[in-house]
Nanobody, 116 residues
Framework: QVQLVESGGGLVQPGGSLRLTCAASGFTFSNYAMSWYRQDPGKERELVASISNTGGSTNYADSMKGRFTISRDKAKKTVYLQMNSLKPEDTAVYYC?????????WGQGTQVTVSS
């Protein structure tokens, strides 16, 4: 079965960095685009970044451009989100997402808290 397992969240000071990891299994990883979303309590889940199946194309929400970088490792079946220059408003639960065989799959989420 499809599984997405995130890790790497935590508490970081403003201006700091974190790298999130999403380990994928249960499907042919190299065939599917992958995305990161985030959700703050009381707000809608929003797209953070997406990467094509080959890794050749990426897309970012405007507020993350220049600060966040999405990447993928085919051999490790893993997607990464490098987050730099973090701000308090980046505080949220971050989710890994894939649409596989016309179904939507989400990881369990990893909490990122940006606070001094």
């Amino acid at each position: 079965q499809v599984q997405l397992v995130e890790s790497g969240g935590g508490l970081v000071q403003p201006g700091g960095s974190l790298r999130l990891t999403c380990a994928a299994s249960g499907f042919t990883f190299s065939n599917y685009a992958m995305s990161w979303y985030r959700q703050d309590p009381g707000k809608e889940r929003e797209l953070v970044a997406s990467i094509s199946n080959t890794g050749g194309s990426t897309n970012y929400a405007d507020s993350m451009k220049g600060r966040f970088t999405i990447s993928r490792d085919k051999a490790k079946k893993t997607v990464y989100l490098q987050m730099n220059s973090l701000k308090p408003e980046d505080t949220a639960v971050y989710y890994c997402y894939a649409r596989v065989y016309f179904y939507n799959y989400w990881g369990q989420g990893t909490q990122v808290t940006v606070s001094s």
